[in-house]
């Protein structure tokens, strides 16, 4: 499993000029799954992405959570993360886990972090979308459950 965690002043997520997830200050996800992941990393990776520090304090040290900064949550499922673009032009997604099993993990993924945060902004898995978003920082991270949970 793949998460990059991005920091945002607000994000919002589009389909067909709709908007139909927004959120302010808070987390944008964009989240990707291959064919080892399960419903225990789905699990390992929530309590990861909620017990991080990284806004930054009154001291502008990155010393703050989520729940610190009372963000909000945008997530979006992003198979694209498993893109191999070591040959060709083209990117490969074969490491890519099937939609119908990528789905149920990116369900059970929001269904953990409005269990253990609160209700989250989501775009439509499968969908054409356009996300938008104000970076606060920028602040990046690429999580990866291969890196993690060794």
Avoid: W
């Amino acid at each position: 499993m793949r998460v990059l965690l991005q920091t945002v002043n607000e994000a919002h997520v589009e389909i067909s000029n709709k908007c139909v997830g927004k959120i302010n200050k808070g987390y944008l996800l964009l989240v990707g799954f291959t064919d080892t992941d399960s419903e225990e990393i789905v699990t390992k990776m929530v309590d990861k992405i909620l017990s991080l520090r990284v806004f930054a304090d009154e001291n502008r040290q990155i010393n703050l959570s989520l729940y610190d900064v009372n963000g909000d949550i945008l997530s979006i499922s992003q198979f694209t993360l498993y893109a191999d673009a070591s040959k060709g032009r083209r990117p490969s997604f074969i490491n890519a886990m099937r939609p119908h099993e990528a789905e149920n993990l990116y369900d059970l993924f929001n269904k953990l972090l409005e269990q253990k945060y609160r209700p989250i902004a989501t775009g439509v898995f499968g969908a054409d979308m356009q996300v938008y978003s104000d970076n606060d920082g920028p602040f990046t991270l690429i999580l990866d459950s291969e890196e993690l949970f060794k």
